[in-house]
């Protein structure tokens, strides 16, 4: 498995460099017209930020299911500077250090892993047919009878969505990622849920903060919103199941170009995939910066 990640992941890297190469002409002769608009980026660093909350509130209901309690500082806090391990090699650290940050206040350890475990698969299965529901009309339009493939995806995603609300399957699952929250049960069926619906809610509000920031960077740059979403949303995922890329670094830009340089062109493809990428990372250091700046004295465990 670990092999096939890094198999797919150089092959994104290999295709997008062949396609930036074979189009260098075109991307350097392009003309690209760069016009920041400050509403636009503010929307779309704003709207990051509400998806980050909506999925702050998941993890919280998430131990709820499980009978811990977190007030909102703290849970705010973990989640937040915990996200920065996504940017070390493994993609472990941001699980690991979730779990290691809940216990110091008094998360049962189990909970915490448990619950950072179950809430990364649901990002995956979420992310995985909102892709393919948003993605399924640019891809049958280029390449007609391969949007069957997507169809195929959306069902075997919301499939295994479907098994995470079956406890049995989901005590299965923990017993590989987290025995010892499987030896306490499945949480609460509304945690899991939370987890779905706040992923679900996520992603798209991701597309939907890329397509802001298009406007606010590329106004001549038609990209649609429906597109934006399916964009965002495959390439994040390529890139975070890419284990030997830091942040997905390469694969996910990579991807990115890959799917817009047919409707964008490769030189605006090229300028928002990087544009996203410095989004992201500014949101991600803008919520965690405040709270390592500020004392930890006010987080407690609510009982």
């Given at each position: 498995m670990r092999l096939a990640q890094w198999l797919v992941g150089l092959a994104i890297?290999?295709?997008?460099?062949?396609?930036?190469?074979r189009n260098w002409e075109a991307l350097s002769s392009q003309p690209l017209r760069v016009e920041l608009s400050a509403g636009w980026l503010a929307v779309s660093v704003l709207l990051v930020?509400?998806?980050?909350?909506?999925?702050?509130?998941?993890?919280?209901?998430?131990?709820?299911?499980?009978?811990?309690?977190?007030?909102?500082?703290s849970t705010a806090r973990i989640?937040?500077?915990?996200?920065?391990?996504?940017?070390?090699?493994?993609?472990?650290?941001?699980?690991?250090?979730?779990?290691?940050?809940?216990?110091?206040?008094?998360?049962?350890?189990?909970?915490?892993?448990?619950?950072?475990?179950?809430?990364?698969?649901?990002?995956?299965?979420?992310?995985?047919?909102?892709?393919g529901l948003t993605g399924r009309a640019a891809l049958e339009a280029a390449h007609p009878g391969a949007g069957a493939a997507l169809v195929v995806l959306v069902v075997a995603a919301v499939a295994g969505i479907g098994l995470l609300l079956w406890p049995p399957f989901l005590r299965r699952l923990l017993r590989f990622a987290a025995p010892d929250a499987e030896a306490r049960?499945?949480?609460?069926?509304?945690?899991?849920?939370?987890?779905?619906?706040?992923?679900?809610?996520?992603?798209?509000?991701?597309?939907?903060?890329?397509?802001?920031?298009?406007?606010?960077?590329?106004?001549?740059a038609a990209l649609r919103l429906q597109p934006a979403v399916a964009v965002f949303t495959a390439s994040y995922l390529a890139g975070f199941l890419a284990?030997?890329?830091?942040?997905?670094?390469?694969v996910r830009?990579?991807?990115?170009?890959?799917?817009?340089?047919?409707?964008?062109?490769?030189?605006?493809?090229?300028?928002?995939a990087l544009a996203s990428r410095l989004l992201l990372t500014v949101t991600?250091?803008?919520?965690?910066?405040?709270?390592?700046?500020?004392?930890?004295?006010?987080?407690?465990v609510a009982r």
């Open positions: 890297i290999a295709f997008a460099a062949r396609s930036l190469l930020w509400a998806m980050y909350a909506v999925l702050i509130i998941a993890w919280r209901t998430m131990l709820a299911g499980w009978g811990q309690r977190l007030d909102g500082w989640w937040t500077v915990s996200s920065l391990g996504k940017y070390l090699p493994g993609k472990v650290w941001a699980v690991a250090g979730m779990a290691l940050m809940a216990q110091r206040l008094g998360v049962a350890p189990w909970a915490a892993t448990g619950s950072a475990v179950v809430l990364q698969v649901l990002a995956v299965g979420t992310g995985a047919a909102v892709a049960g499945a949480p609460a069926a509304f945690g899991v849920v939370a987890g779905i619906l706040a992923n679900t809610v996520a992603w798209i509000g991701y597309g939907v903060a890329l397509w802001c920031l298009a406007r606010g960077v590329l106004p001549e284990l030997f890329a830091p942040g997905g670094l390469g830009e990579g991807l990115f170009i890959l799917m817009l340089q047919g409707p964008l062109g490769i030189g605006p493809a090229t300028a928002l991600e250091l803008g919520a965690a910066v405040p709270f390592l700046i500020l004392p930890q004295g006010r987080t407690r």
